[in-house]
């Protein structure tokens, strides 16, 4: 990523350091990644067959190829750095179900309320004048009206209270606040923090099941129910995650049950809670990605990656890998450029999904920036605020592209062909590597004066877009941590997308909203392409500070079929944060996107 600024909080007690330095665990291979699937149980206090949801690791069920413990396995094996081996992660293993029935028949841990504000209003005596507050109020004795006003919990968003019990057939009860009812059809985020919120108690009450309902599920639409149950259960998933691969102790996750009542029922909620944990899989998978350091994710690894997906979904997805001669033989020489001061050779991932059956419709590229880590090259990424230490998740749009492929390999969207590319390779610095001042020749032919290598990522996505022109795919769409320009323009939490299509960027903005992620459409200003020009070739790789990101898009677009849509996203902000680590971020955007092409 080029010019990468901001203030990176460090620590340097050495001596908490040494007194916290343990033995790594070197007895485990790597981690297996989440399995989801369904089948018929009975809810307590209900009829029928209901579907229970299961992310859980699949390690006692499936051999290694399933996620990436054979890639991180051979990582091991191709590191000199560190002797790290990554513990098996720990999963978490929740059974999340739609319920049909009473409160009071209900056992477990935590009784979770969702709670609008506005409607905790009282009759003059003191009771709720919401009839389901009401009722549980009178159930637990009247602890609800006592804590609401001894706490002022009025439901605003983000105000959360929950009070131990005794008696009542579970230990504790927990409002949440939802803000205001008229923004709860508008917005994910309302739902996936209350998921959140869900986590974070579990885990603090080492609960093992969680009854939830929102007080005014009534007034509520079945879209709006849908959409909210989808949220609640990423919030809870994503939340009870932890990657602990690299400490040297981890603990489990205790949740194991997570039932959802007065949210609906039937097959449309089951397909749609099924198809939120594959997508919580490929975030997962995105997450594990970007958060494993460069001296264990190096470049065949990603590629070994890759290929497990396809051996894993071998009935819809196919993997080619190639390897610098192959690149060599397609004339790649931009990707080249960046790889070639590297000691781990460069691997060029394509992953194809085609459906099992069916006639295709639509044909799909998604191209993603593989940096696995960037040393800036000879412009060397140094100081404050250059977030070398950082680097590793320059790759994070690839792990995107493999998180989406992971999802979409499970979802198996009908009608659509989706190609995943990614060039994975590092930037490092040697003296055969690439220099400022060099001349690389891109697949296509044309010539780019390199005038600074730390932005060498739009170099190795100039031969990927080549790449999938050629593949006569509809629509490409790329994502990439790109420029730090993005970062100082739009923060931390929000994409910003270019494109030339309209339709394009409509799709893609509508995709982001379903998924609950933020993408703003940026300027693509053709004029700025005067600080592009080269006196010596067709162009330099980078025009400068002013209006970094959007150069930065036109320099892409050079390389994409002018009849082809395309769609740039820069994620460099929204892809890592600070206290979190990997988001994960665009995988589900990139899901509800591809699933909306498909025939179903």
Sequence with gaps: MSGLQGAVVRSSVAALFLHRLLPVNNNVTGPCLVHAWKHGRRTRGGGGGHTWLHLRSPAAHFSSHVGIGRGVARAVLASEVGLTKPADPVFPEIAVRPADLEVDKWRGDILVVGVFEGSLGKF?????????????????????????????????????????????GFKRVGLVGLGKLEAAGSSLKVWKDLGENIATHSKIAQAHSVLTLIAQSKELSEDVKLAAASAITTGVLLGSFEDMRFKSESKKPTLKSLELIGMGMGSNLEDQLAHTVQKCAGVILARQLVNAPPNVLIPSVLADEAENIAAAHGDVMSAKIL???????????????????????????????????????????????GLTFDSGGYNLKTGPGSMIELMKFDMGGAAAVLGAAKAIAAIKPPGVEVNFIVAACENMISGGGMRPGDILTASNGKTIEVNNTDAEGRLTLADALVYASELKVDKIVDLATLTGACIIALGNEIGGMFSPSDELAEELSAASKRAGEKLWRMPMEEGYWDMMK??????????????????AALFLKQFVDEKLLWAHLDIAGPVWKDKQGATGFAVPTLVEWVVKHSSS
């Design 124 to 168: 003059e005596e003191g009771g709720f004048q919401n009839p389901v507050l009401k009722n549980l109020d009178e159930l637990f004795g009247g602890i609800l009206g006592e804590i609401t006003t001894e706490e002022d919990f009025t439901g605003k968003s983000g105000q959360s209270t929950f009070a131990r019990l005794a008696g009542y």
């Design 323 to 369: 390897d610098k001669k192959d690149c060599e033989a397609l004339k790649m020489g931009a990707y080249l450029g960046v790889a070639a001061a590297s000691t781990n050779p460069p691997k060029f991932i394509h992953l194809c999904y085609t459906p099992a059956t069916g006639t295709v419709t639509s044909k799909l590229a998604i191209v993603g920036k």
């Design 534 to 551: 080269s006196n010596i070739a067709d162009m330099v790789n980078t025009g400068g500070r002013p209006g970094g990101s959007i150069t």
